[in-house]
Protein backbone atom coordinates (compact mmCIF):
# COMPACT_ATOMS: atom_id res chain seq x y z
CA UNK A 1 0.00 0.00 0.00
CA UNK A 2 0.92 3.59 -0.49
CA UNK A 3 2.46 5.09 2.35
CA UNK A 4 2.32 8.90 3.43
CA UNK A 5 3.76 11.34 5.66
CA UNK A 6 3.12 14.42 7.93
CA UNK A 7 4.99 17.83 7.02
CA UNK A 8 6.55 19.83 10.11
CA UNK A 9 8.87 22.34 10.49
CA UNK A 10 10.18 21.77 6.84
CA UNK A 11 10.70 17.85 7.45
CA UNK A 12 8.37 14.61 6.41
CA UNK A 13 7.96 12.37 9.27
CA UNK A 14 5.99 9.46 9.99
CA UNK A 15 2.88 10.08 12.57
CA UNK A 16 2.95 8.67 16.28
CA UNK A 17 0.88 5.95 14.97
CA UNK A 18 -0.34 4.98 11.44
CA UNK A 19 -4.11 4.15 10.26
CA UNK A 20 -5.39 2.78 6.68
CA UNK A 21 -7.13 4.68 4.30
CA UNK A 22 -10.22 2.95 2.59
CA UNK A 23 -11.16 3.89 -0.76
CA UNK A 24 -14.81 4.33 -1.41
CA UNK A 25 -15.31 2.89 -4.36
CA UNK A 26 -14.71 -0.46 -2.84
CA UNK A 27 -14.21 -0.19 0.83
CA UNK A 28 -10.89 -1.43 0.81
CA UNK A 29 -7.81 -0.33 2.45
CA UNK A 30 -5.37 1.14 -0.48
CA UNK A 31 -3.05 3.37 1.89
CA UNK A 32 -1.34 4.13 5.25
CA UNK A 33 -1.57 7.67 6.90
CA UNK A 34 0.38 8.82 9.41
CA UNK A 35 -2.27 9.79 12.83
CA UNK A 36 -1.23 13.08 14.56
CA UNK A 37 -1.09 12.98 18.29
CA UNK A 38 -1.21 15.92 20.70
CA UNK A 39 3.19 15.64 20.55
CA UNK A 40 2.38 16.09 16.73
CA UNK A 41 0.78 18.94 16.85
CA UNK A 42 2.86 20.75 19.48
CA UNK A 43 5.51 19.82 17.21
CA UNK A 44 4.21 21.93 14.50
CA UNK A 45 2.82 24.53 16.38
CA UNK A 46 6.30 25.35 18.35
CA UNK A 47 7.62 25.30 14.47
CA UNK A 48 5.23 27.16 13.32
CA UNK A 49 5.75 29.75 15.95
CA UNK A 50 9.51 30.09 15.93
CA UNK A 51 9.16 30.40 12.02
CA UNK A 52 7.01 33.12 12.18
CA UNK A 53 9.42 35.63 13.90
CA UNK A 54 12.40 34.29 12.29
CA UNK A 55 14.39 36.07 10.16
CA UNK A 56 14.02 34.43 7.20
CA UNK A 57 9.96 34.62 7.06
CA UNK A 58 9.79 37.56 8.92
CA UNK A 59 12.20 39.47 8.08
CA UNK A 60 10.91 38.38 4.33
CA UNK A 61 9.29 41.40 2.07
CA UNK A 62 5.53 41.13 0.96
CA UNK A 63 6.65 40.82 -2.84
CA UNK A 64 8.83 38.22 -1.69
CA UNK A 65 5.87 36.18 0.09
CA UNK A 66 4.06 36.82 -3.38
CA UNK A 67 6.59 34.97 -4.92
CA UNK A 68 6.99 32.39 -3.31
CA UNK A 69 2.73 32.09 -3.65
CA UNK A 70 3.43 32.06 -7.00
CA UNK A 71 6.04 29.29 -7.46
CA UNK A 72 3.32 27.13 -5.09
CA UNK A 73 0.66 27.84 -7.86
CA UNK A 74 2.82 26.92 -10.35
CA UNK A 75 4.12 23.80 -9.01
CA UNK A 76 0.10 22.85 -8.25
CA UNK A 77 -1.23 23.74 -11.98
CA UNK A 78 1.66 21.28 -12.87
CA UNK A 79 0.62 18.51 -10.56
CA UNK A 80 -3.11 18.90 -10.68
CA UNK A 81 -3.85 15.92 -12.42
CA UNK A 82 -1.86 13.92 -9.83
CA UNK A 83 -3.31 15.46 -7.33
CA UNK A 84 -6.98 14.79 -8.63
CA UNK A 85 -5.92 11.63 -9.20
CA UNK A 86 -5.29 11.08 -5.29
CA UNK A 87 -8.29 12.93 -4.29
CA UNK A 88 -10.55 11.13 -6.33
CA UNK A 89 -8.77 8.07 -5.03
CA UNK A 90 -8.59 8.94 -1.20
CA UNK A 91 -12.44 10.15 -1.10
CA UNK A 92 -14.55 8.85 -4.25
CA UNK A 93 -15.17 12.29 -6.04
CA UNK A 94 -15.64 11.88 -9.32
CA UNK A 95 -12.24 12.72 -11.46
CA UNK A 96 -13.54 14.97 -14.12
CA UNK A 97 -14.78 17.13 -11.09
CA UNK A 98 -11.18 16.94 -9.06
CA UNK A 99 -9.10 17.42 -12.47
CA UNK A 100 -10.82 20.78 -13.19
CA UNK A 101 -10.92 21.88 -9.71
CA UNK A 102 -8.00 21.57 -8.34
CA UNK A 103 -6.44 23.24 -11.80
CA UNK A 104 -8.57 26.04 -10.54
CA UNK A 105 -7.47 26.30 -7.03
CA UNK A 106 -3.97 27.29 -8.70
CA UNK A 107 -5.80 30.99 -9.05
CA UNK A 108 -6.64 31.22 -5.56
CA UNK A 109 -2.85 31.02 -4.92
CA UNK A 110 -2.13 33.54 -7.85
CA UNK A 111 -4.51 35.98 -6.69
CA UNK A 112 -2.88 36.17 -3.17
CA UNK A 113 0.26 36.08 -4.72
CA UNK A 114 -0.59 39.52 -6.37
CA UNK A 115 -2.34 40.68 -3.13
CA UNK A 116 0.39 39.90 -0.77
CA UNK A 117 2.11 43.57 -1.28
CA UNK A 118 -1.07 45.69 -1.64
CA UNK A 119 -1.95 45.12 2.25
CA UNK A 120 -1.97 48.71 3.12
CA UNK A 121 -2.13 50.87 6.49
CA UNK A 122 -3.47 54.01 6.69
CA UNK A 123 -3.14 57.61 7.95
CA UNK A 124 -5.18 58.69 10.47
CA UNK A 125 -6.48 62.81 10.28
CA UNK A 126 -5.51 63.02 14.45
CA UNK A 127 -7.29 65.50 16.20
CA UNK A 128 -3.95 66.14 17.82
CA UNK A 129 -1.83 69.25 16.15
CA UNK A 130 1.38 67.67 17.53
CA UNK A 131 0.58 63.96 16.46
CA UNK A 132 0.85 62.03 13.60
CA UNK A 133 -0.76 58.64 13.82
CA UNK A 134 -1.16 55.53 11.21
CA UNK A 135 -2.30 52.15 11.52
CA UNK A 136 -0.08 48.90 10.32
CA UNK A 137 -1.61 45.94 9.58
CA UNK A 138 0.07 43.04 10.48
CA UNK A 139 -0.07 39.18 10.23
CA UNK A 140 -1.79 37.71 13.45
CA UNK A 141 0.20 34.91 14.41
CA UNK A 142 0.00 31.19 13.90
CA UNK A 143 -2.73 29.80 12.09
CA UNK A 144 -4.78 26.29 12.78
CA UNK A 145 -6.29 25.81 9.66
CA UNK A 146 -8.62 22.69 9.71
CA UNK A 147 -10.29 21.30 6.17
CA UNK A 148 -12.45 18.53 5.74
CA UNK A 149 -11.88 15.44 3.14
CA UNK A 150 -14.38 17.53 0.54
CA UNK A 151 -12.86 20.07 -1.67
CA UNK A 152 -9.83 19.98 0.43
CA UNK A 153 -6.82 21.43 -2.35
CA UNK A 154 -10.06 24.30 -2.26
CA UNK A 155 -10.61 24.82 1.23
CA UNK A 156 -7.15 24.57 1.92
CA UNK A 157 -6.36 27.39 -0.63
CA UNK A 158 -8.98 29.55 0.70
CA UNK A 159 -6.96 29.62 4.35
CA UNK A 160 -3.17 29.21 3.41
CA UNK A 161 -3.54 31.77 0.49
CA UNK A 162 -4.29 34.85 2.27
CA UNK A 163 -2.98 33.51 5.59
CA UNK A 164 0.17 33.44 4.10
CA UNK A 165 0.33 36.63 1.76
CA UNK A 166 -0.24 38.26 5.08
CA UNK A 167 2.45 37.35 6.88
CA UNK A 168 0.85 34.51 9.25
CA UNK A 169 2.51 30.80 9.27
CA UNK A 170 0.33 27.79 9.54
CA UNK A 171 -0.87 24.06 11.09
CA UNK A 172 -2.97 22.36 8.29
CA UNK A 173 -4.65 20.04 9.74
CA UNK A 174 -6.42 17.33 7.15
CA UNK A 175 -8.87 15.21 7.56
CA UNK A 176 -8.70 11.49 8.63
CA UNK A 177 -11.28 11.01 6.20
CA UNK A 178 -9.22 11.12 2.83
CA UNK A 179 -5.82 13.48 3.74
CA UNK A 180 -3.58 11.88 1.04
CA UNK A 181 -3.89 15.21 -1.18
CA UNK A 182 -3.04 17.56 1.23
CA UNK A 183 0.12 15.14 2.37
CA UNK A 184 0.86 15.04 -1.10
CA UNK A 185 0.35 18.72 -1.55
CA UNK A 186 3.20 19.53 1.47
CA UNK A 187 5.43 18.18 -1.25
CA UNK A 188 4.82 21.16 -3.49
CA UNK A 189 5.26 23.68 -0.83
CA UNK A 190 8.51 22.77 0.19
CA UNK A 191 9.70 22.30 -3.40
CA UNK A 192 8.20 26.19 -3.65
CA UNK A 193 10.88 26.97 -1.17
CA UNK A 194 8.93 28.66 2.01
CA UNK A 195 11.10 28.54 4.99
CA UNK A 196 11.01 25.25 7.41
CA UNK A 197 7.87 26.14 9.86
CA UNK A 198 6.21 28.08 8.00
CA UNK A 199 3.69 25.69 6.61
CA UNK A 200 2.83 22.59 8.83
CA UNK A 201 0.56 19.79 6.88
CA UNK A 202 -0.52 16.73 8.95
CA UNK A 203 -3.65 14.53 9.75
CA UNK A 204 -5.44 12.96 12.90
CA UNK A 205 -8.80 12.69 14.90
CA UNK A 206 -9.88 14.35 17.54
CA UNK A 207 -6.98 14.44 20.12
CA UNK A 208 -5.01 15.98 17.18
CA UNK A 209 -8.26 18.46 16.70
CA UNK A 210 -8.15 19.26 20.21
CA UNK A 211 -4.52 19.83 21.01
CA UNK A 212 -4.49 22.16 17.72
CA UNK A 213 -7.28 24.25 18.59
CA UNK A 214 -6.46 24.89 22.48
CA UNK A 215 -2.56 25.52 21.61
CA UNK A 216 -1.42 28.44 23.65
CA UNK A 217 0.81 29.82 20.40
CA UNK A 218 -2.59 29.33 18.28
CA UNK A 219 -3.90 32.67 17.16
CA UNK A 220 -6.46 32.09 14.52
CA UNK A 221 -8.60 29.13 13.92
CA UNK A 222 -9.85 28.73 10.50
CA UNK A 223 -12.42 25.75 10.28
CA UNK A 224 -14.33 24.62 7.79
CA UNK A 225 -16.50 21.32 8.67
CA UNK A 226 -20.22 21.15 10.57
CA UNK A 227 -21.92 22.95 13.47
CA UNK A 228 -21.33 20.31 16.25
CA UNK A 229 -17.70 20.28 15.73
CA UNK A 230 -17.55 23.77 15.66
CA UNK A 231 -18.98 24.07 18.79
CA UNK A 232 -15.97 21.85 20.26
CA UNK A 233 -13.47 24.37 18.54
CA UNK A 234 -14.94 27.31 19.83
CA UNK A 235 -14.79 26.04 23.36
CA UNK A 236 -11.37 24.79 22.67
CA UNK A 237 -10.54 28.53 21.82
CA UNK A 238 -11.57 29.42 25.17
CA UNK A 239 -8.02 28.80 26.22
CA UNK A 240 -6.11 30.55 23.99
CA UNK A 241 -8.65 33.42 23.35
CA UNK A 242 -7.85 32.89 19.46
CA UNK A 243 -10.10 34.08 16.41
CA UNK A 244 -11.72 32.23 14.92
CA UNK A 245 -13.28 31.77 11.15
CA UNK A 246 -15.82 29.38 10.34
CA UNK A 247 -17.56 27.75 7.55
CA UNK A 248 -19.89 25.38 8.62
CA UNK A 249 -22.16 24.75 4.98
CA UNK A 250 -25.76 25.38 5.08
CA UNK A 251 -29.67 23.74 4.04
CA UNK A 252 -29.68 26.03 0.87
CA UNK A 253 -32.75 27.35 -0.64
CA UNK A 254 -32.49 26.90 -4.55
CA UNK A 255 -35.94 28.79 -5.91
CA UNK A 256 -37.34 28.62 -8.87
CA UNK A 257 -40.49 30.90 -10.44
CA UNK A 258 -42.96 29.98 -13.11
CA UNK A 259 -40.95 32.40 -15.69
CA UNK A 260 -37.69 30.92 -15.35
CA UNK A 261 -35.65 29.09 -18.23
CA UNK A 262 -36.63 25.18 -16.82
CA UNK A 263 -34.25 23.74 -18.28
CA UNK A 264 -31.13 25.89 -17.85
CA UNK A 265 -33.02 25.44 -13.86
CA UNK A 266 -33.03 21.90 -13.90
CA UNK A 267 -29.30 22.00 -15.18
CA UNK A 268 -28.04 23.90 -12.25
CA UNK A 269 -30.06 22.41 -10.22
CA UNK A 270 -28.48 19.12 -10.53
CA UNK A 271 -24.87 20.91 -10.60
CA UNK A 272 -26.06 22.29 -6.77
CA UNK A 273 -27.30 19.04 -5.21
CA UNK A 274 -26.04 15.82 -7.60
CA UNK A 275 -22.58 16.60 -9.07
CA UNK A 276 -19.75 15.81 -6.03
CA UNK A 277 -22.35 13.47 -5.28
CA UNK A 278 -24.14 16.40 -3.18
CA UNK A 279 -21.15 16.46 -0.69
CA UNK A 280 -20.99 20.05 -1.16
CA UNK A 281 -21.68 22.90 1.67
CA UNK A 282 -23.05 24.99 -0.33
CA UNK A 283 -25.15 22.50 -1.75
CA UNK A 284 -28.78 23.52 -3.36
CA UNK A 285 -30.43 20.41 -0.95
CA UNK A 286 -33.92 22.35 -0.80
CA UNK A 287 -35.95 22.93 -3.92
CA UNK A 288 -38.53 25.63 -3.92
CA UNK A 289 -40.41 25.73 -7.02
CA UNK A 290 -43.21 28.08 -7.53
CA UNK A 291 -46.78 25.37 -7.55
CA UNK A 292 -47.59 26.18 -11.36
CA UNK A 293 -44.63 24.60 -12.66
CA UNK A 294 -43.74 21.85 -9.94
CA UNK A 295 -45.25 19.12 -11.95
CA UNK A 296 -43.11 19.52 -14.81
CA UNK A 297 -39.78 21.09 -13.43
CA UNK A 298 -40.02 17.58 -11.23
CA UNK A 299 -40.38 15.30 -14.58
CA UNK A 300 -37.08 17.00 -15.68
CA UNK A 301 -35.40 16.53 -12.48
CA UNK A 302 -36.36 13.14 -12.35
CA UNK A 303 -35.34 12.21 -15.95
CA UNK A 304 -31.97 13.70 -15.42
CA UNK A 305 -31.51 12.13 -11.46
CA UNK A 306 -32.35 8.95 -13.42
CA UNK A 307 -29.88 9.30 -16.03
CA UNK A 308 -27.12 10.21 -14.69
CA UNK A 309 -24.19 7.65 -14.94
CA UNK A 310 -23.10 5.79 -11.65
CA UNK A 311 -20.02 4.71 -12.01
CA UNK A 312 -15.88 4.24 -10.83
CA UNK A 313 -14.97 7.87 -9.65
CA UNK A 314 -11.87 7.71 -11.67
CA UNK A 315 -13.50 7.12 -15.06
CA UNK A 316 -14.37 10.27 -16.75
CA UNK A 317 -18.03 9.71 -18.22
CA UNK A 318 -18.90 9.01 -14.37
CA UNK A 319 -21.51 10.98 -13.32
CA UNK A 320 -22.32 10.14 -9.76
CA UNK A 321 -19.49 8.27 -7.69
CA UNK A 322 -18.89 6.85 -4.03
CA UNK A 323 -19.96 9.11 -0.78
CA UNK A 324 -16.94 8.92 1.34
CA UNK A 325 -17.49 7.04 3.94
CA UNK A 326 -19.97 4.27 4.72
CA UNK A 327 -20.95 6.10 7.92
CA UNK A 328 -22.26 8.73 5.82
CA UNK A 329 -23.95 6.17 3.41
CA UNK A 330 -25.94 4.84 6.55
CA UNK A 331 -26.46 8.38 8.12
CA UNK A 332 -28.47 9.41 4.81
CA UNK A 333 -30.51 6.13 4.64
CA UNK A 334 -31.41 6.92 8.22
CA UNK A 335 -32.66 10.44 7.35
CA UNK A 336 -34.47 9.49 4.23
CA UNK A 337 -36.38 6.64 6.32
CA UNK A 338 -37.31 9.20 9.15
CA UNK A 339 -38.61 11.85 6.28
CA UNK A 340 -40.65 9.35 4.35
CA UNK A 341 -41.95 8.43 7.99
CA UNK A 342 -42.94 12.05 8.44
CA UNK A 343 -44.77 12.29 5.01
CA UNK A 344 -42.66 13.28 2.59
CA UNK A 345 -42.88 11.32 -1.02
CA UNK A 346 -39.91 9.57 -2.65
CA UNK A 347 -39.62 10.52 -5.84
CA UNK A 348 -36.64 8.53 -7.01
CA UNK A 349 -33.59 7.17 -5.52
CA UNK A 350 -33.79 6.53 -1.97
CA UNK A 351 -31.65 3.51 -1.37
CA UNK A 352 -27.83 2.74 -1.26
CA UNK A 353 -26.48 1.11 -4.82
CA UNK A 354 -25.66 -2.87 -3.87
CA UNK A 355 -21.98 -3.87 -4.20
CA UNK A 356 -19.07 -3.15 -3.41
CA UNK A 357 -18.19 0.79 -2.59
CA UNK A 358 -20.25 3.58 -0.82
CA UNK A 359 -22.73 4.34 -3.99
CA UNK A 360 -26.03 6.26 -3.09
CA UNK A 361 -27.96 6.76 -6.13
CA UNK A 362 -29.65 10.53 -6.67
CA UNK A 363 -32.60 10.93 -4.44
CA UNK A 364 -35.47 13.18 -4.19
CA UNK A 365 -38.17 13.51 -2.09
CA UNK A 366 -41.35 15.93 -2.15
CA UNK A 367 -42.17 17.54 1.29
CA UNK A 368 -44.73 19.82 -0.04
CA UNK A 369 -47.64 17.53 2.43
CA UNK A 370 -44.73 16.94 4.75
CA UNK A 371 -43.13 20.57 6.02
CA UNK A 372 -41.66 19.37 9.76
CA UNK A 373 -39.98 16.37 7.75
CA UNK A 374 -36.08 16.18 8.80
CA UNK A 375 -34.90 16.33 5.43
CA UNK A 376 -35.92 20.29 5.31
CA UNK A 377 -33.95 20.34 8.10
CA UNK A 378 -30.78 18.81 8.20
CA UNK A 379 -27.64 19.21 6.61
CA UNK A 380 -27.30 15.06 4.84
CA UNK A 381 -24.49 15.64 3.11
CA UNK A 382 -24.95 13.47 0.08
CA UNK A 383 -27.38 13.75 -3.21
CA UNK A 384 -30.79 14.07 -1.18
CA UNK A 385 -33.16 16.29 -2.31
CA UNK A 386 -35.97 17.87 -0.79
CA UNK A 387 -39.03 19.85 -2.69
CA UNK A 388 -41.44 22.15 -1.86
CA UNK A 389 -43.85 24.37 -3.71
CA UNK A 390 -44.83 27.76 -3.24
CA UNK A 391 -47.72 30.25 -4.87
CA UNK A 392 -46.43 33.81 -4.06
CA UNK A 393 -43.00 35.32 -3.91
CA UNK A 394 -43.70 36.25 -0.22
CA UNK A 395 -44.15 32.57 1.18
CA UNK A 396 -40.88 31.78 -1.33
CA UNK A 397 -38.67 34.23 1.11
CA UNK A 398 -40.55 32.88 3.88
CA UNK A 399 -39.46 29.27 3.06
CA UNK A 400 -36.12 30.53 1.93
CA UNK A 401 -35.77 31.78 5.26
CA UNK A 402 -36.72 28.94 7.17
CA UNK A 403 -33.70 27.95 8.33
CA UNK A 404 -31.04 27.98 11.31
CA UNK A 405 -28.57 28.18 8.37
CA UNK A 406 -27.34 30.87 6.34
CA UNK A 407 -24.90 30.18 3.36
CA UNK A 408 -25.91 30.30 -0.39
CA UNK A 409 -29.29 30.69 -2.42
CA UNK A 410 -30.33 30.49 -5.56
CA UNK A 411 -32.82 32.40 -7.58
CA UNK A 412 -33.97 31.74 -10.99
CA UNK A 413 -36.47 34.24 -12.67
CA UNK A 414 -36.37 36.43 -15.52
CA UNK A 415 -38.19 39.00 -13.59
CA UNK A 416 -35.18 41.55 -12.75
CA UNK A 417 -37.30 43.33 -10.38
CA UNK A 418 -38.25 40.34 -8.45
CA UNK A 419 -34.58 38.87 -8.61
CA UNK A 420 -33.39 42.28 -6.86
CA UNK A 421 -36.21 42.08 -4.12
CA UNK A 422 -35.38 38.11 -3.68
CA UNK A 423 -31.60 38.95 -3.08
CA UNK A 424 -32.22 41.77 -0.84
CA UNK A 425 -34.42 39.19 1.10
CA UNK A 426 -32.68 35.99 1.16
CA UNK A 427 -30.80 36.02 4.22
CA UNK A 428 -27.77 34.49 3.61
CA UNK A 429 -23.96 34.95 2.50
CA UNK A 430 -24.37 33.99 -1.05
CA UNK A 431 -27.02 34.40 -3.79
CA UNK A 432 -26.86 32.98 -6.68
CA UNK A 433 -29.29 34.25 -9.81
CA UNK A 434 -29.99 32.29 -12.76
CA UNK A 435 -26.79 30.48 -12.09
CA UNK A 436 -25.79 28.01 -9.42
CA UNK A 437 -22.23 27.11 -7.19
CA UNK A 438 -20.17 29.59 -9.08
CA UNK A 439 -16.89 30.75 -7.12
CA UNK A 440 -13.92 32.92 -7.84
CA UNK A 441 -10.81 33.61 -5.59
CA UNK A 442 -11.68 37.29 -6.12
CA UNK A 443 -15.26 36.75 -4.41
CA UNK A 444 -15.78 36.32 -0.48
CA UNK A 445 -17.26 33.48 0.36
CA UNK A 446 -19.10 32.51 4.13
CA UNK A 447 -22.44 32.38 5.88
CA UNK A 448 -24.03 33.54 9.10
CA UNK A 449 -26.01 31.87 11.64
CA UNK A 450 -25.33 28.19 11.58
CA UNK A 451 -23.19 28.57 8.51
CA UNK A 452 -20.69 30.11 10.84
CA UNK A 453 -18.86 33.70 10.40
CA UNK A 454 -16.20 35.33 8.39
CA UNK A 455 -15.13 35.44 4.98
CA UNK A 456 -13.16 33.47 2.70
CA UNK A 457 -11.60 34.23 -0.40
CA UNK A 458 -10.93 37.95 -1.65
CA UNK A 459 -9.78 41.13 0.24
CA UNK A 460 -11.77 40.40 3.13
CA UNK A 461 -10.10 36.93 3.94
CA UNK A 462 -6.15 38.17 3.85
CA UNK A 463 -7.59 41.27 6.02
CA UNK A 464 -9.10 38.39 8.92
CA UNK A 465 -5.61 37.71 9.11
CA UNK A 466 -4.28 40.32 10.20
CA UNK A 467 -4.07 42.63 13.63
CA UNK A 468 -4.23 46.77 13.27
CA UNK A 469 -1.43 47.94 15.33
CA UNK A 470 -1.68 52.17 15.83
CA UNK A 471 1.18 54.26 16.06
CA UNK A 472 1.49 57.61 17.78
CA UNK A 473 4.35 59.94 16.96
CA UNK A 474 4.05 63.05 18.95
CA UNK A 475 6.15 65.80 16.62
CA UNK A 476 6.65 68.50 19.38
CA UNK A 477 10.13 69.50 20.36
CA UNK A 478 8.72 71.10 23.68
CA UNK A 479 8.49 69.22 26.79
CA UNK A 480 5.68 66.81 27.63
CA UNK A 481 3.00 68.65 30.09
CA UNK A 482 1.34 68.17 33.03
CA UNK A 483 2.26 64.14 33.23
CA UNK A 484 -1.12 64.04 34.78
CA UNK A 485 -3.37 64.52 32.47
CA UNK A 486 -4.19 62.20 29.55
CA UNK A 487 -3.45 63.69 26.22
Same mark, same amino acid.
Given at each position: ???????????????????????????????????????? =???? &??????? $?? !? *???? #????? +??????????????????????????????????????????????????????????????????????????????? =???? &??????? $?? !? *???? #????? +?????????????????????????????????????????????????????????????????????????????????????????????????????? +?????????????????????????????????????????????????????????????????????????????????????????????????????? +??????????????????????????????????????????????????????????????????????????????????????????????????????????????????????
Amino acid at each position: MDRFQHYIDGSFADGTATFESLDPATGAAWAVMPLADAAD =VDRA &VTAAHRA $FT !S *AAWA #GMTAS +ARGKLLMRLADLVQAHAPRLAALETRDTGKIIRETSAQIAYVAEYYRYYAGLADKIEGSHLPIDKPDMEVWLRREPVGV =VAAI &VPWNSQL $FL !S *AVKL #GPALA +AGCTVVLKASEDGPAPLLQFARLVHEAGFPPGVVNILTGGPEAGRALTSHPKVAHIAFTGGPDTARHIVRASAENLAKTSLELGGKSPFIVFEDADLESAAN +AQVSGIFAATGQSCVAGSRLLVQRSVKEAFLARLKAKAEAAHIGAPDRMETEIGPLCTARQRDRIEALIAQSLAAGAKLVTGGHAVSGAGFYFPPTILDCTD +APDAPCLRQEFFGPVLSVVSFDTEEQALELANETEFGLASGVFTRNLTRAHRMIRGIRAGIVWVNTYRAVSPIAPFGGHGLSGHGREGGLAAALDYTTIKTVWLRTSDDPIPDPFVMR
